[in-house]
């Protein structure tokens, strides 16, 4: 399954608004790609990469890092330097914990390890430098912009049942993790509580 890649396509489809009609093939492709991301984000590279090398998709070691490298760059990329796609997906993370803990915070510590997560995605983000120079001949040029949400340029929600699916299909993992991949790939709502409660867990033997 995905011995061929519908990258290409599916930036050209990005690029055009979404005016290009994708096959069922081209579709089921960006599923996996979006799936990819969810997993990344949660459990990291080589858990997305065995996503992939095991039923339904079993897809070899090789092509699977091969999709998870299109899954970053086509999510996450903003223009044709690979870095700028990690650092994107950095702040994302990062922003998305600032917003965890902004939602639950009842003291002025928890405001402080907001602050402080808002000031490292800034930094990842090289918010704290001056925006570049742009050659006058960028400005003549088109360029593609991408991003992860695909509504933001009306791209066609993933299949939620599909992935829900894949991911039931997923042998050797706990149906606790089961349910978390679903809602970090927005199958299920998230919650909120869970996820303090499982940092917290991670981190209480820290320091």
């Known amino acids: 399954m995905f011995e061929k890649s519908y990258f290409e ?3 050209d489809y990005i ?3 979404c005016t290009i009609e994708l096959t069922g093939d081209e579709l089921d492709y960006y599923n996996a790609l979006y799936a990819l991301v969810g997993i990344n984000r949660k459990y990291g590279k080589d858990n997305a990469i065995a996503f992939l090398m095991h039923e339904p998709f079993n897809v070899e070691r090789m092509r699977a890092r091969q999709m998870y490298s299109e899954a970053i760059n086509l999510f996450y990329l903003n223009d044709t330097i690979e870095n700028n796609a990690h650092r994107n997906m950095v702040f994302d993370n990062l ?3 600032a917003h965890v803990v ?3 915070a009842v003291n002025s510590k928890d405001m402080e390890v907001y602050g402080n997560l808002t000031v490292q995605a800034a930094r990842i983000k090289q918010l704290d430098r001056p925006d570049p120079v742009k050659p006058k001949e960028l400005d003549e040029k088109p360029f593609k912009v991408y991003d992860l949400d695909p509504e933001k340029v009306r791209l066609p929600s993933a299949n ?3 992935l829900a699916a894949q991911i039931d299909s997923m042998p050797d993992i706990p149906s ?3 349910v978390r991949l679903k809602r970090d790939a927005n199958v299920v709502d998230i ?3 869970e996820m303090l409660d499982d940092q917290e867990e991670k981190t209480k033997d820290i320091g």
Do not use: I, P, V, Y
């Open 160 to 162: 939620r049942n599909l």
């Open 176 to 178: 606790r993790e089961k």
């Open 15 to 17: 690029a055009s608004g």
């Open 95 to 97: 922003m998305k914990a």
């Open 191 to 193: 919650d909120f509580e």
């Open 9 to 11: 396509t599916l930036q």
């Open 102 to 104: 902004l939602q639950n």
